[in-house]
């Protein structure tokens, strides 16, 4: 790809600015080459793809030199995309919001820097990938265990940082401390980091006064360089229960007999449930199913449920702990459920330590195979009270609008307890320019489908970060105002991730809606 | 091998003989020691197209490799020490886009870059399941080989 530059930057500026960032971090980490843009694409890019390209990468390799790129992003207003592994495929990859932005790569800052195996917890820097973590908690004989996205190729900052989720649930929930870098370069450590030494920065939350981890979560108010996160001991048993539902109502049901269970701590983390199409999308083709017009029909998901002896609805339940309480949690799950089903589900045991070896996998990209040739997917993710009835709306009003766009319905709903996360996917052709048009639309129907019901979704891809941040517009908008109030006290200039999440920095905010 | 699965091997190398020339399999000498560069050929033991290709490779001295449990693991437990072993080894596959996404962009921190690719439709069987994919047949190279 050829360069873009920040909006109203002339070369000769940019110039000035890459020569200053060679003498931080050394010639080699400024990537500023056309095949090292391409690595920092959105690999799935509908449409403009300059609308989010990058104008080059700077990869520092330490907090110092983390704090001198800042400055320098200052004194050449050069905005900054900060990435951990830059793996957030779906909502945009490693590519920024705002065309011409730095990538700035945080791949080698990647030291495990302390496991506390009593205390469950880690510090780590943001370049250490899933991976990483999974090697050297299996090297040392560490039981502890960490929540892996269904895509394992990330980093669990990154992850946590945009508010990403596992069947352990969100794990933003499991930061406990950070370092940060302000705009300005100066360094700040949040909760109990903030006093020197302390024995507790990754075990006790919130320190002295307001607690800050979450305002850099889903933010672009610093550059976390450590994060403190909770890890889980791996528990003496896993009991997995692979439930399979028939009908496309008994959804109400299920929603309404087993939140309350995660209510009460009988089950943890969070329960996926998935329509049958969301297995058979990353092992086979589409035109093995269906070569006619429009979306796939209700007739073929019917084939496909036979031939793979599948529910409507699939999903697997996960009950963690010691044997004997597993037992009566299960015990009282497959009670709730047969009061509606004579189904007998399939179960099995395992050790939580043959559970804990099994490493993070990305066998799941493979459902960019399903059209046949380039593939790329977004997911539109509202987030709704854990009641049947809203989630049996929903469900019936998303597929709706699949089938009125054409598009092949594919949804999980993810029970948390008292609220339920519908991740959408929408799979993308991107060799027919059509098909990536009607996605464009229905995501855009979606959007205001779901907030006319007053959902809203839980993390975005760069195109609609600014539709679904005006979407929260109580007291006209006052939280963005107030999110950007605090930007421009910090970041005057506005150099760290203009328009992430919608919070725009006065130096760009003409630039809010852009495309 | 029967002669059916003989004839199969040669269509399929005709059918990638740019891949197949571009990986530099035809130079490896199978007795090994210190010739060439080596070559890895990875396979997607998900399809039967993905196991013959790399098996044609194994005979003309590749060494064969099998994502699994997937290419992730098979990049961080085998490939990226043969890489750092072997400089200047090739690394060569027919598997899913997907996978060669996932490899080309791992690969590139050990200095390759794609050579060459081509399409291959491929349909298959793992865990009971069917499965089917167009894979894409590739080599990874150093920078100076690939120039
Ligand atoms: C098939 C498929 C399935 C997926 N399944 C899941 C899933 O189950 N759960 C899930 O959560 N995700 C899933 N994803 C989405 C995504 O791949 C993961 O969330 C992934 O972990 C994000 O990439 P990363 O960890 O490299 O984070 P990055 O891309 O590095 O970071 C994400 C964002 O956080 C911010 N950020 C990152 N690091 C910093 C920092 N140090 N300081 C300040 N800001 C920072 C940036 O804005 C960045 O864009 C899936 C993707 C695919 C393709």
Known sequence: MERVLPPGMSAAAFDKGLVALRGVVGAEWVLDSDEDRDTYLDPYA?????????????????????????????????????????????????????????????GR??????????????????????????????????????????????????????????????????????????????????????????????????????????????????????????????????????????????????????????????????????????SVIDSSQ???????????????????????????????????????SNQANLNR??????????????????????????????????????????????????V?????????????????????????????????????????????NLDDADHSARTQRLFDVLVSDASAQGYAEYRTHLDYMDAVAASFDFNDHALRRFNERVKDAIDPNGILAPGRNGIWPSAWRNQRGSE | MNRRQLLLRGALLAALAPVVRASGVESVDAAGEGSSAPVLAVHDPAYRRSREFAAALQERGARVIALEPDVLAAWHQVLRAACAQSPAARITGLTTRSDFMVLSSLARSAGLSPLATRDADASGELGGVRRRATLIAWVLATRNQAA
């Open chain 1, 286 to 324: 589409r035109q093995e199913w269906y070569t006619g017009p429009g979306a796939l029909p209700d007739s073929v998901v019917t084939r496909m449920m036979a031939e793979r002896g599948m529910g409507w609805w699939n999903g697997t339940v996960r009950i963690s702990g010691h044997e004997d």
């Open chain 1, 46 to 106: 509908t449409g403009n793809a300059k609308a989010h390209a990058p104008s080059a990468a700077v990869a520092p390799a330490n907090l110092e030199q983390v704090q001198a790129v800042m400055r320098v992003a200052n004194a050449h207003r050069l905005p900054l995309w900060p990435i951990s592994r830059g793996k957030n495929f779906g909502y945009g990859g490693a590519a920024p919001r705002l065309p011409g932005s730095l990538v700035l790569d945080l």
């Open chain 1, 109 to 278: 800052l990647n030291r495990v820097l302390e496991v506390n195996e009593k205390l469950g917890y880690c510090v780590i820097e943001p370049g250490v990938t899933f991976y990483d973590l999974h090697e050297h908690l299996t090297r040392a004989g560490i039981a502890l265990e960490f929540g892996v996205p269904n895509f394992g190729w990330g980093s669990p900052v990154g992850n946590a940082l945009d508010r990403g989720f596992s069947f352990r649930g969100d794990h933003s929930s499991s930061i406990c401390g950070m370092e940060v870098v302000l705009p300005d370069g100066s360094v700040l450590r949040t909760g109990n980091g903030a006093m020197p030494g302390s024995a507790i920065w990754a075990t006790a939350r919130h320190g002295f006064g307001p607690s800050w981890d979450q305002a850099f979560v889903q933010a672009n108010y610093g550059v976390v360089t450590k994060m403190g996160l909770w890890l889980h001991p791996v528990p003496e048993q896993v009991i997995s229960v692979q439930v399979a539902l028939d009908a496309q109502d008994d959804l109400g049901w299920f929603v309404d007999e087993v939140s309350p269970l995660l209510m009460r701590g009988v089950l943890g983390g969070n329960i996926a449930i998935s329509t049958a199409t969301n």
């Open chain 1, 384 to 428: 709704m009270p854990a009641s049947g009835a809203a989630v049996l709306g929903q469900f019936r009003r998303t597929k709706a609008r699949y089938d009125e766009h054409g598009i092949d319905y594919n949804g999980t709903f993810y029970l948390n307890g008292r609220s339920v996360t519908n991740v959408n996917l929408m799979l993308i």
């Open chain 1, 333 to 382: 799950l497959l009670s709730a459920m047969g009061r509606h089903t004579r189904r007998e589900f399939q179960v099995s045991r395992a050790s939580g330590a043959s559970q804990a070896a099994r490493g993070p996998v990305v066998t799941r990209l493979k459902v960019l195979n399903w059209f046949g040739g380039r593939g790329g997917h977004v997911g539109f993710s509202p």
